[in-house]
């Protein structure tokens, strides 16, 4: 049978965040195309989603690969259903600037913000001419404020696609399309796993709620960038950190 749902384009989508994103999206009546370079966890997703009645593609990408990308887009299923672009890959980085190497550096900022980057330029096009969309790209907290843990290169890469975001935003509101960005704090994902016990409980503490985010959490605030109740949004970093951070 022919399908009239609207498409969305999920990228890290099968980690905590990514997976938790296409979820609330799949549930907001959307068909989904997920996009990782993990080919087993985006089946286990797209097995799940596909259980909520949801047309849902699975395409393992590199997201540093200009060619990759552009041909997945290219092939899209439902290319003209394209309504949004939800970019949750990346990567963490802890230490100092003498801790990371030229190669954790390009890494990091590829993953990130050449990734966004690519998928905005593959995307935005399409949706141009699909009658608009909205672009919800996922930083950080520690891309909006000083951070003490995470080094330079995560740094920069999450304060980029900020940056990416509202000139994106600028560019596209003519065209229908919305461009906004989240910055979370810390999300209960296997991503934690990069840090001590002493280290988590150090955080945990200095977070005002007391407590870390469930992806769910942040996955709903995307939910509500991507929806016609953010019609008049765009250019804007919402911060979902608990507290940690203010302005």
């Known amino acids: 049978m022919q399908t009239s749902r609207p498409v969305a384009v999920v990228t890290g989508a099968s980690g905590g965040l990514g997976a938790a994103c296409a979820r609330v999206l799949a549930d907001d009546g959307y068909d989904i195309e997920l996009l990782d370079r993990d080919g087993p966890g985006l089946k286990s997703v797209a097995d799940e ?29 439902g290319r003209d259903r394209l309504r949004a672009l939800v970019n949750v890959a990346g990567l963490i980085s802890l230490g100092t600037i003498t801790d990371i190497t030229t190669e954790d550096w390009d890494r990091v900022l590829g993953v990130k913000l050449r990734g966004d980057f690519l998928t905005c330029r593959a995307a935005i ?36 696609v900020i940056g990416l975001t509202m000139s994106l935003a600028n560019q596209h509101a003519a065209d ?9 704090g810390m999300i209960d994902t296997p991503m934690l796993e990069a840090y001590t016990t002493e280290q988590l409980a150090g955080i945990r503490a200095a977070v005002p709620l007391g407590r870390f985010a469930d992806p769910a959490e942040i996955a709903a605030v995307v939910g509500f960038l991507v929806s016609d109740r953010a019609s008049y949004v765009t250019g804007e970093t919402i911060n979902v950190n608990g507290g940690m951070f203010m302005v």
Do not use: E, Q, W
């Open 176 to 184: 229908g399309v919305r461009v906004n960005c989240v910055a979370p």
């Open 125 to 160: 096009p399409i949706m141009t001419a699909n009658g608009g969309g909205a672009v919800v790209n996922c930083s950080s907290m520690s891309g909006r404020t000083k951070s003490v843990l995470t080094a330079p290169n995560y740094v920069a890469s999450n304060s980029g």
């Open 49 to 77: 989603l596909g259980r909520t009645g949801a047309t849902v593609g699975a395409h393992t990408v590199d997201l540093l690969d200009s060619d990759a990308v552009t041909a997945v887009f290219d092939g899209l299923p």
